[in-house]
């Protein structure tokens, strides 16, 4: 079946450090892949996306790479900041059905200390 | 900026209680969905809505649910006999296309007691 899993968490950093959190998939067609942020207190926001292989999604200093080869989009960002204290959760989409429901990972916790 | 809202924030309820989880998706939506994240696990996909009528729903989907869209606004979710393992948070969110960005209210937690 159609499946995302993504590392547990809490992942706890220092402000500045770099960040990794690792999402593969698994897809019967040819999903579009998404990450998605939840602040406390908040509903889920797109934090970025990109819809084919090798295509690069990036936004407020994260990004993410669609390997096709490894089934694989992990986030990442350079320096992060306090204000990146959030739940991150990985996300695909088929196209089957026509209706683009999405299916989530379990979401990973991240903590930034300054 | 327009938001999709969510009410009540959190809903306490008895078991074999009905309620109605409700919605505004944002005002130019077309498409719309409800997710729910039991506490600890993932993210599931309950039902999607457009032009009035259910277009997919999941498994967990079963008759104790419905969606309605009552007034052009809001848009409903009812658990008719509630269970303690609907005990989650809700999620409602839109989108302005088949393929557009889904936009997710705050959801609401829902305790069934």
């Known amino acids: 079946g159609n499946s995302v899993t993504q590392m547990e968490g809490p992942v706890t950093l220092s402000e500045e450090a770099f960040l990794t959190i690792n999402c593969t998939y698994t897809?019967?067609?040819?999903?579009?892949l998404f990450w998605y942020v939840q602040y406390p207190g908040e509903g889920l926001q797109l934090l970025l996306k990109?819809?084919?292989?090798?295509d690069k999604g990036s936004n407020k200093g994260f990004e993410a790479t669609y390997r096709k080869e490894t089934t694989s989009f992990h986030l990442e960002k350079g320096s992060v900041q306090v204000s990146d204290s959030a739940v991150y959760f990985c996300?695909?989409?088929?196209?089957?059905?026509?209706?683009?429901?999405?299916?989530f990972g379990a979401g990973t916790r991240l903590a930034v200390h300054p | 900026e327009p938001e999709v809202t969510q009410t009540p924030s959190h809903q306490v309820t008895q078991m074999g209680q009905e309620v109605i989880l409700r919605c505004v998706p944002i005002s130019n939506h077309l498409y719309f969905y409800w997710y729910r994240q039991i506490l600890g696990q993932k993210v599931e996909f309950l039902v999607s809505?457009?032009?009035?009528?259910?277009?997919?729903k999941s498994e967990i989907f079963d008759d104790q649910f419905s969606v309605e869209r009552p007034d052009g606004s809001n848009f409903t979710l009812k658990i008719r006999s509630t269970k303690l393992e609907d005990s989650a948070m809700y999620f409602c969110?839109?989108?302005?296309?088949?393929?557009?960005?889904?936009?997710f209210g705050p959801g609401t937690r829902l305790t069934v007691l």
């Open positions: 809505f457009y032009n009035n009528e259910i277009s997919e």
């Open positions: 897809a019967t067609g040819y999903p579009s």
């Open positions: 996300a695909l989409s088929l196209k089957d059905g026509g209706y683009n429901k999405l299916i």
């Open positions: 990109a819809t084919k292989a090798d």
């Open positions: 969110a839109s989108s302005a296309g088949r393929t557009n960005e889904q936009f």
